[in-house]
Nanobody, 125 residues
Framework: QVQLVESGGGLVQAGGSLRLSCAAS????????MGWFRQAPGKEREFVAA????????YYADSVKGRLTISRDNAKNTVYLQMNSLKPEDTAVYYC??????????????????WGQGTQVTVSS
């Protein structure tokens, strides 16, 4: 089992930045592809970004390209989401997810086996 705990969310003004962290425990995530998803009030959960187990390949939703960056530090068993130039429409609960084995990033939520509890990001206009 892999436990995932997100942190780093908060309230920020439009144009500001946040860095989300996803700390894993239970197993090393070095062999896990990782992803970030988000869910805004009244909306379905949507894909944000994903990274391969090596960190050598990433994939982003069009809405966040150029503003959000996913990265990982396998030695620290942690995945990050650097969020720059934030917009009010980025307001959501952000979730970290993990899936064992794939060498490429995964963009569909049904492909992931483990999920964190989420962290709230609120961007004010």
């Amino acid at each position: 089992q892999v436990q995932l705990v997100e942190s780093g969310g908060g309230l920020v003004q439009a144009g500001g930045s946040l860095r989300l962290s996803c700390a894993a425990s239970g197993r090393t995530i070095a062999s896990y592809a990782m992803g970030w998803f988000r869910q805004a009030p009244g909306k379905e959960r949507e894909f944000v970004a994903a990274i391969s187990w090596s960190g050598g390949s990433t994939y982003y939703a069009d809405s966040v390209k150029g503003r959000l960056t996913i990265s990982r530090d396998n030695a620290k068993n942690t995945v990050y989401l650097q969020m720059n130039s934030l917009k009010p429409e980025d307001t959501a609960v952000y979730y970290c997810a993990a899936v064992y084995g794939p060498s490429t990033p995964r963009r569909w939520d049904y492909e992931y086996d483990y999920w964190g509890q989420g962290t709230q990001v609120t961007v004010s206009s």
